[in-house]
């Protein structure tokens, strides 16, 4: 059994020591006909720390848990946590467009 958890400690270790806030660093573990997924929750204020530049802490990580668990036969992904109504999703998203009106009384002819 200590075994199959080698994954998921190896996900604590690696994101503990690359946030501000290990203490919040939790990781669920569950197991399906798919392979293991684990679940990574973190602080919100740490996201971008996990997350990184593009995507790529997170691409990172996930490269690395593959080795992992290729070398216990497994397949293993990584899903990190992001509550409805982040702080991340709408300081991210994109702005909705916004109608304005265009005055064009300096090109409108009488004619």
Do not use: C, W
Not at 29 to 48: A, K, Q, S, Y
Not at 80 to 101: D, K, L, N, V
Request: proline letters at 5%; aromatic letters at 4%.
């Amino acid at each position: 059994m200590a075994e199959d958890l080698k994954d998921q400690e190896f996900v604590e270790y690696v994101v503990k020591a690359i946030v501000n806030h290990p203490e919040d660093v939790r990781v669920e573990r569950t197991i399906d006909e798919r392979g293991v997924l684990l679940t990574l929750h973190v602080n919100p204020d740490d996201m971008g720390y996990v997350i990184g530049k593009s995507g790529q802490t997170a691409r990172s990580i996930r490269t690395l848990l593959k080795i992992v668990g290729a070398k216990g036969n497994a397949r293993v992904n990584l899903k990190i946590y992001e509550p409805e109504g982040s702080r991340r999703s709408s300081q991210y998203s994109a702005p909705a467009p916004q109608e304005e009106e265009i005055d064009t009384s300096a090109v409108d002819l009488e004619i």
